[in-house]
């Protein structure tokens, strides 16, 4: 399972068992909530980190605001100019946001010895996923399985490898 079915198992089994197994959905009205924000800054922070960690050479603005277009046209259809005004204002703050973390980000990994080594990394069982991790208590035994955003490794003195995780949320 994913961290946030973990979460929501934890929290409330219930929740879960509704949620997860009998696929119990909310039915209200669409719109462009917080999971769609997170969705969105998300994106845009996956393709700008990894052009980042190619050497993405340029301005991380028009980066930002490239891959925010491209995500607009899949996402709504349409081009980002077509949006309606009170989105566009929302995209404009959130494109704004991610620029800035994007400049910390690479900011950081001018100064670190860790080098990004994998994206999206796979947590599961199937093809070349990494094998998921076992939680057993009780009566109960969860897999964590899901996705990686980030994954930067370095080589210390002594031969060992350091590991350090992300997660863009």
């Not at 050497?55 to 930002?64: A, K, L, R, S």
């Not at 077509?82 to 929302?90: D, F, M, N, S």
């Not at 990004?116 to 964590?144: M, N, Y």
């Amino acid at each position: 399972t994913s961290y946030s079915r973990l979460e929501k198992f934890i929290k409330c089994r219930f929740a879960y068992f509704c949620e997860y197994e009998l696929k119990l959905r909310d039915n209200t009205p669409a719109s462009f909530g917080a999971g769609d924000i997170g969705s969105f800054i998300h994106g845009i922070l996956e393709k700008t980190v990894k052009w980042i960690a190619d050497g993405g050479e340029g301005d991380i603005g028009e980066n930002v605001r490239a891959t925010a277009q491209e995500y607009i046209s899949q996402v709504f259809h349409m081009s980002a100019d077509a949006v309606p005004k009170r989105l566009a204002h929302l995209f404009r703050y959130l494109c704004n946001s991610a620029e800035e973390f994007a400049k910390k980000i690479r900011a950081e990994m001018e100064q670190s010895a860790f080098k990004p080594c994998d994206f999206e990394l796979t947590i599961g069982k199937d093809g070349d996923a990494v094998a998921p991790l076992t939680l057993t208590d009780d009566d109960v035994t969860v897999e964590l399985r899901g996705k990686i955003d980030r994954v930067d490794t370095v080589t210390l003195k002594d031969g060992r490898k350091a590991v350090l995780v992300y997660d863009f949320k």
